[in-house]
């Protein structure tokens, strides 16, 4: 199973992948996992990508794709692989479609996250977090026993300035913006699966494993 999740802040992917993750026994590769990871090492390629973030730069393409490939030829990813943010631009898509054509491998699923703009706005605009721990919570869903007061640790629960409705608009507004041509691209290979992102998150798990396993199974058959 290799395949990618697409999904806007506020649409449960986090979620979603440590239960994908759990349940497929496969890796969720996150490129800001792999980049930190790369530094940390000292690797050829860690050290290339550090030089372009000191200076504030984007990490070229090149690199990232370089990073995948190097993540993919560790023993855990033997099974499959689950791709988290990448690719974002039909160019990595392009890139990354070619490098596992190479291995003799293909990204089967591009799995999109809908959700409705107001629900996304409801969820997003109303998180708060705790300062000390990070533990989640929601104006409507999940308050701290003790307003402002984290049950866990008993730090300060507040909101951040980038889930403020404002903001989070703004957010969705580049989000969408941006992977509708990545969508599209897979959408013309007949990769992309479009799952309901909205109801409990045992519907939603449903929903994505029946449509990755269905894509396995087609290519088992083939």
Do not use: W
């Not at 030089?51 to 990232?64: A, C, R, Y």
């Amino acid at each position: 199973m290799i395949f990618a999740l697409f999904g806007p802040p506020g649409s449960g992917k986090g979620t979603q992948a440590k239960s994908l993750v759990k349940t497929l026994g496969i890796p969720q590769l996150s490129t800001g996992d792999m980049l930190r990871e790369a530094i940390k090492a000292g690797s050829k390629l860690g050290l290339e990508a550090k030089e372009f973030m000191t200076k504030g730069q984007l990490v070229p393409d090149s690199i990232m794709i370089g990073l995948i490939e190097s993540r993919i030829q560790q023993p855990d990813c033997a099974m499959g692989f689950m791709l988290d943010g990448f690719p974002r631009t039909v160019a990595q898509a392009e890139a990354l479609d070619g490098m596992l054509e190479a291995q003799g491998l293909q990204l089967t699923d591009v799995v999109s996250f809908i959700v409705n703009r107001p629900e996304l706005i409801n969820r997003l605009a109303g998180r708060m977090v705790c300062s000390s721990c990070g533990a989640s919570y929601h104006e409507n869903f999940k308050q701290p026993k003790q307003a402002g007061v984290c049950d866990i640790c008993g730090g300060a629960v507040v909101k951040r300035d980038d889930d403020k409705a404002e903001v989070v608009k703004a957010r969705l507004e580049t989000f969408l913006e941006a992977t509708k041509p990545v969508e599209d691209h897979y959408r013309a290979q007949g990769r992309l699966r479009e799952i309901n992102a909205e109801g409990s998150e045992q519907e939603v798990f449903l929903r994505i494993m029946q449509a990755v396993r269905r894509s396995a199974q087609g290519v088992k058959s083939h």
